[in-house]
């Protein structure tokens, strides 16, 4: 019986641990553009949320194989910034956190999009 209880209580902490070190992974979500969507030419923004991980300070934005924008103010997202200008076709957007000295950590996401 004490296997048991002992067992059953390994098994609860266990549970309930989860989450925890699930909400400390970090987490990015691209709001708009909505992947496969077409906008159009000229004036388009990137909208977004994050949570930054315990190794997270920032993200990177990556517009196709431009250069990265760095992006630091998160804490107050939902986050909104003017896209450069597009040329007609896909393009992919992709967004990553990154450390403090700007290794990334693994946490990003993605959308392509289409401009007419």
């Known amino acids: 019986m004490k296997r048991f209880i002992a067992m059953l209580f390994g ?34 923004k990137l909208q977004f949320n994050v949570h930054l991980g315990p190794n997270g300070n920032h993200v990177h934005i990556y517009v196709d194989d431009q250069n990265p924008i760095v992006f630091r103010d998160v804490s107050h997202c939902p986050c909104s910034i003017d896209l450069p200008e597009l040329a ?14 700007h290794a990334m950590t693994g946490v990003q996401a993605s959308v392509t999009a289409s401009v007419k």
Do not use: Y
């Not at 990015?28 to 388009?44: E, F, L, R, V, W």
């Not at 007609?88 to 000295?101: L, M, N, Y």
């Open 11 to 44: 098994f609860a902490l266990v549970v309930l641990a989860s989450p925890v070190f699930a909400a400390d992974a970090g987490s990015i979500t691209i709001t708009s553009p909505a992947n496969g969507a077409t906008m159009p030419s000229g004036g388009n």
């Open 88 to 101: 007609p076709g896909k393009h992919t957007i992709v967004i990553k956190e990154a450390t403090s000295s």
